[in-house]
């Protein structure tokens, strides 16, 4: 048993940080290329975002890109929706457009999306002037 008097030690972690893969110029054009079709050509809703990519060789030893496809809220909440594929002149949904839809609206039924929303909203919100 210790004593009030006696003092605890504290550990202090570091937040866990993300790591980004390293992204070289071509898939970072090719990022920019994805986000630019999905907000004007296929007319996705703008919190649809491009979150990653690979790049693979089809069985003819062509090159060719998997997008990944996020709903990303301002308050950080995300979800992966599906993805996009890049052959090196077009880009493509590669995961049908009703599944990607259907996973958007379980992403926003979350409570978890809500609660942050809140919590941002409580923030940023001013108290009125009387």
Known sequence: MRHVTEKTRTRVRKSAE?????????????LKKAQIYLLFEAKRPMFWTVAGIREERG?????????????????????????????????????????????????AADPERERKWYEHRASTVRPRKR
């Open 59 to 107: 069985d003819d030893g062509a090159r060719r890109w998997i997008i990944a496809v996020h709903l990303r809220y301002p308050t950080g909440h995300e979800g992966y929706l599906g993805d996009l594929v890049y052959d090196g002149t077009k880009i493509a949904e590669l995961t049908n457009l009703a599944l990607m839809r259907e996973r958007a609206k379980q992403i």
């Open 18 to 30: 993300r790591k980004r893969p390293e992204i070289n110029e071509e898939e970072e054009q090719i």
